[in-house]
T-cell receptor, first 112, second 113 residues
Framework: AQSVAQPEDQVNVAEGNPLTVKCTYS??????LFWYVQYPNRGLQFLLK??????LVKGSYGFEAEFNKSQTSFHLKKPSALVSDSALYFC??????????FGAGTRLTVKP | DTEVTQTPKHLVMGMTNKKSLKCEQH?????MYWYKQKAKKPPELMFV???????INESVPSRFSPECPNSSLLNLHLHALQPEDSALYLC????????????FGPGTRLTVT
């Protein structure tokens, strides 16, 4: 089965500093990888996806992610963090039966 | 319009009650999903409807009963729930299979007393 892992439960970063939220994947065939963000008591919001092509994917709110096949990683990045970026972030992979399988989530806290 | 709506926003019900959750999308998506999410955990898939037919049922207890009246609507009927069923219930839809992302509603916060 396809799977993703988010090795960090919590990431803390100061406002204005770059942020990285890590994700590694294990898939058969070509991976369809996604990042979602969830604010408290809200649904998940789609940020970006990798399907094929350029390894650097740009998404919403200034986020980007780098697909690295050799390291089987798909880390989420932002050059300059905002306090409003504080939320729960989920990496996900599309299963062969087309379900979405989510990582455990990483809580990002951006401090002023 | 890229919105998935869910009603009600909050629901408190007793273990003997019958209630329903409603989800609606007008994006022309033909696949719709119900997820259950516990606090600080990832969403867990419950049901998938594809072209208004139930295609996946992840061994969910029969006290949860999904219904897809048409391609824009998805209901989740609840009966004789347990306190451990208290969670955020999320609805999602997608344009198609494979590379398409899912769009999520804001969820219904369910508390079973």
């Amino acid at each position: 089965a396809q799977s993703v892992a988010q090795p960090e439960d919590q990431v803390n970063v100061a406002e204005g500093n770059p942020l990285t939220v890590k994700c590694t994947y294990s898939v058969s065939g070509n991976p369809y990888l996604f990042w979602y963000v969830q604010y408290p008591n809200r649904g998940l919001q789609f940020l970006l996806k990798y399907i094929t092509g350029d390894n650097l994917v740009k998404g919403s709110y200034g986020f980007e992610a780098e697909f690295n096949k050799s390291q089987t990683s798909f880390h989420l990045k932002k050059p300059s963090a905002l306090v409003s970026d504080s939320a729960l972030y989920f990496c996900a992979v599309r299963e062969l039966n087309n379900d979405m399988r989510f990582g455990a989530g990483t809580r990002l806290t951006v401090k002023p | 319009d890229t919105e998935v709506t869910q009603t009600p926003k909050h629901l408190v019900m007793g273990m003997t009650n019958k209630k329903s959750l409603k989800c609606e999308q007008h994006m022309g998506h033909r696949a719709m999903y119900w997820y259950k999410q516990k606090a600080k955990k990832p969403p867990e898939l419950m049901f998938v409807y594809s072209y208004e037919k139930l295609s996946i049922n992840e061994s969910v207890p029969s006290r949860f009963s999904p219904e897809c009246p048409n391609s824009s609507l998805l209901n989740l009927h609840l009966h004789a729930l347990q306190p451990e069923d208290s969670a955020l219930y999320l609805c999602a839809s997608t344009q198609g299979q494979g590379s398409y992302e899912q769009y999520f509603g804001p969820g219904t916060r369910l508390t079973v007393t």
